[in-house]
C-alpha cells in the first residue's frame, strides 16, 4: 500500500445497514477478511454480526491501536499484513465469505493482482465489498483517495455480479462471482507505412512480477513502441520506458531475448522481445492520454487478465512459455537475437531496485485449477518477501 490514509471516518449507519441487508452471515456464523482494517471499527462490526475476522493493516501501529481499543473482541484476530507486498500464510486457507476493503482500495498500487488474489479466496457464494470515496463526490486536491467512474467500471469487469449501493456518500460495491476473463490477444487500429519495428521491454519487480500497463484502448500492453531513427532495439526499449513509466534502466541491463515476426492487418511487423534486468525510479503513468494506470502482475494469472496487446501476449509467451494462453491464436515466428546471448530466464544480477528476485513466498490466493498449473511452474511469483 502507498500511504497511510490521514482522517479516517468511521463506519456509518448506511453503510452498517448495507452489510447487514447484502452480506448476512451465514447460519452458524461465518469468516470475514477485513483488509486495512486500521483500528478495527469495521472488524468489530463484522464480529458482531457472527462471523469470525482476521483483520489485517500494514501498519503496525494500527494493529497495536486496535488491540488496545478493542481488548474484549474475541472473534478477531489482528495481523499486522501487508496485502500486496507480504507472505499470504497466515491468512484462513479454507477462504472467506465476505472480504471487505473500505476506503483503502485507491492506495493500492497493484489493483488488479490485488483483487485477483483476493476473489480465489471467496468461498462459493461469497463477496468482496469496496466501500470507496468517487471523484465526483472529492474535491480536486484529494483525488488520489478516490475512483472514478472508468476506474470503478475496470474494478466491476471482471464479476459475475457486481451491486453499487450508495454508502452515504461513497460507493458501496458488491462484487460476488469472480470470472477472470480468459486472456485474448487483440490488435490496435490498423497501420500506416509498409512495415513496422518496434521494442517491448519485459521488465519485473522484486518478487518476479511483470510490468503491464492498461491501455485507454481497454487492453494490457507491454511498456514498449517504435524505433527511432537509427537507435538500436535494446535503447528503444529502454526510451519507451521511461517515457510511459517514468522508470529508468541503463542501456546494459537491456537485453534482446528474440524477435518475433508477424503482420498486423497485412502490414509485416518485426517486434524485439527486450529483457530489462536492473532498474530503478518511481513507477508512474506519463502518458496518461493512452494509458489508464501501470501495475505489476502475477506470472500465474496472466492466463486470465482480459485483452492483451498482441505483440505483449507473443513477448510474454517468448519469455515464460505457456504463460498466455492468447498465444494460441497468433503463433509468430521467432528469430535468433542479434546481440549477444541471453538467457529469458535468468537475467543478470544488479543491485538497483529492479534485480532479479530471490525465490519468495507462494502466490497470494487459491488459484483455480490452470492458474495453480502455472503457480507449480513459476515458484516463487506471488507476493515479496516480507519486509524485516
Request: hydrophobic content about 35%; charged content about 25%.
Given at each position: 500500500?502507498l500511504?497511510?490514509?490521514?482522517?479516517?471516518?468511521?463506519?456509518?449507519?448506511?453503510?452498517r445497514?448495507?452489510?447487514?441487508?447484502?452480506?448476512?452471515?451465514?447460519?452458524?456464523?461465518?469468516?470475514?477478511?477485513?483488509?486495512?482494517?486500521?483500528?478495527?471499527?469495521?472488524?468489530?462490526?463484522?464480529?458482531?454480526?457472527?462471523?469470525?475476522?482476521?483483520?489485517?493493516?500494514?501498519?503496525?501501529?494500527?494493529?497495536?491501536?486496535?488491540?488496545?481499543?478493542?481488548?474484549?473482541?474475541?472473534?478477531?484476530?489482528?495481523?499486522?499484513?501487508?496485502?500486496?507486498?507480504?507472505?499470504?500464510?497466515?491468512?484462513?486457507?479454507?477462504?472467506?465469505?465476505?472480504?471487505?476493503?473500505?476506503?483503502?482500495?485507491?492506495?493500492?498500487?497493484?489493483?488488479s493482482?490485488?483483487?485477483?488474489?483476493?476473489?480465489?479466496?471467496?468461498?462459493?457464494?461469497?463477496?468482496?465489498?469496496?466501500?470507496?470515496?468517487?471523484?465526483?463526490?472529492?474535491?480536486?486536491?484529494?483525488?488520489?483517495?478516490?475512483?472514478?467512474?472508468?476506474?470503478?467500471?475496470?474494478?466491476?469487469?471482471?464479476?459475475?455480479?457486481?451491486?453499487?449501493?450508495?454508502?452515504?456518500?461513497?460507493a458501496?460495491l458488491?462484487l460476488?462471482?469472480?470470472?477472470?476473463?480468459?486472456?485474448?490477444?487483440?490488435?490496435?487500429?490498423?497501420?500506416?507505412?509498409?512495415?513496422?519495428?518496434?521494442?517491448?521491454?519485459?521488465?519485473?519487480?522484486?518478487?518476479?512480477?511483470?510490468?503491464?500497463?492498461r491501455?485507454?484502448?481497454?487492453?494490457?500492453?507491454?511498456?514498449?513502441?517504435?524505433?527511432?531513427?537509427?537507435?538500436?532495439?535494446a535503447?528503444?526499449?529502454?526510451?519507451?520506458?521511461?517515457?510511459?513509466?517514468?522508470?529508468?534502466?541503463?542501456?546494459?541491463?537491456a537485453?534482446?531475448?528474440?524477435?518475433?515476426?508477424?503482420?498486423?492487418?497485412?502490414?509485416?511487423?518485426?517486434?524485439?522481445?527486450?529483457?530489462?534486468?536492473?532498474?530503478?525510479?518511481?513507477?508512474?503513468?506519463?502518458?496518461?492520454?493512452?494509458?489508464?494506470?501501470?501495475?505489476?502482475?502475477?506470472?500465474?494469472?496472466?492466463?486470465?487478465?482480459g485483452?492483451v496487446?498482441?505483440?505483449?501476449?507473443?513477448?510474454?509467451?517468448?519469455?515464460?512459455?505457456?504463460?498466455?494462453?492468447?498465444?494460441?491464436?497468433?503463433?509468430?515466428?521467432?528469430?535468433?537475437?542479434?546481440?549477444?546471448?541471453?538467457?529469458?530466464?535468468?537475467?543478470?544480477?544488479?543491485?538497483?531496485?529492479?534485480?532479479?528476485?530471490?525465490?519468495?513466498?507462494?502466490?497470494?490466493?487459491?488459484?483455480?485449477?490452470?492458474?495453480?498449473?502455472?503457480?507449480?511452474?513459476y515458484?516463487?511469483?506471488?507476493?515479496?518477501?516480507?519486509?524485516?
Amino acid at each position: 500500500m502507498l500511504r497511510r490514509r490521514k482522517g479516517f471516518p468511521s463506519t456509518g449507519d448506511v453503510e452498517r445497514a448495507l452489510l447487514v441487508e447484502h452480506v448476512p452471515a451465514p447460519d452458524g456464523g461465518g469468516r470475514a477478511l477485513d483488509v486495512g482494517c486500521v483500528t478495527g471499527e469495521l472488524a468489530a462490526y463484522l464480529a458482531s454480526l457472527g462471523y469470525s475476522v482476521d483483520a489485517c493493516d500494514f501498519a503496525d501501529s494500527a494493529i497495536d491501536r486496535a488491540r488496545k481499543e478493542r481488548p474484549g473482541t474475541a472473534d478477531v484476530r489482528w495481523l499486522q499484513l501487508d496485502i500486496e507486498r507480504d507472505d499470504p500464510v497466515e491468512l484462513n486457507g479454507d477462504g472467506y465469505d465476505v472480504i471487505t476493503l473500505r476506503l483503502m482500495y485507491p492506495f493500492l498500487r497493484d489493483r488488479s493482482r490485488v483483487l485477483h488474489a483476493l476473489g480465489e479466496r471467496l468461498r462459493p457464494g461469497g463477496a468482496l465489498v469496496v466501500i470507496t470515496p468517487t471523484a465526483e463526490q472529492t474535491p480536486e486536491q484529494q483525488r488520489d483517495i478516490a475512483l472514478d467512474e472508468g476506474e470503478i467500471r475496470l474494478l466491476t469487469a471482471c464479476w459475475g455480479q457486481a451491486e453499487r449501493l450508495d454508502a452515504d456518500g461513497l460507493a458501496g460495491l458488491v462484487l460476488r462471482g469472480p470470472c477472470h476473463a480468459d486472456t485474448t490477444a487483440v490488435e490496435k487500429r490498423p497501420p500506416t507505412g509498409h512495415a513496422l519495428t518496434g521494442a517491448l521491454a519485459v521488465v519485473t519487480d522484486p518478487a518476479g512480477r511483470v510490468l503491464l500497463g492498461r491501455s485507454t484502448r481497454g487492453m494490457w500492453e507491454l511498456p514498449g513502441g517504435k524505433t527511432s531513427g537509427s537507435e538500436d532495439f535494446a535503447a528503444a526499449a529502454v526510451r519507451e520506458l521511461a517515457e510511459e513509466t517514468g522508470l529508468t534502466a541503463a542501456p546494459d541491463d537491456a537485453y534482446v531475448v528474440t524477435m518475433l515476426v508477424d503482420d498486423s492487418h497485412g502490414v509485416p511487423r518485426l517486434t524485439a522481445v527486450v529483457r530489462v534486468v536492473a532498474w530503478s525510479g518511481t513507477l508512474t503513468n506519463r502518458e496518461q492520454r493512452l494509458f489508464e494506470r501501470w501495475e505489476f502482475h502475477d506470472l500465474h494469472a496472466l492466463a486470465c487478465v482480459g485483452p492483451v496487446f498482441t505483440p505483449a501476449a507473443q513477448a510474454l509467451d517468448a519469455i515464460w512459455p505457456g504463460s498466455s494462453r492468447a498465444c494460441r491464436r497468433s503463433t509468430p515466428t521467432r528469430s535468433p537475437s542479434s546481440r549477444r546471448p541471453y538467457p529469458a530466464n535468468r537475467p543478470k544480477p544488479s543491485g538497483s531496485a529492479g534485480r532479479w528476485p530471490r525465490r519468495s513466498s507462494p502466490a497470494a490466493g487459491l488459484p483455480p485449477r490452470r492458474c495453480r498449473m502455472r503457480c507449480a511452474r513459476y515458484p516463487g511469483t506471488g507476493t515479496r518477501p516480507r519486509r524485516s
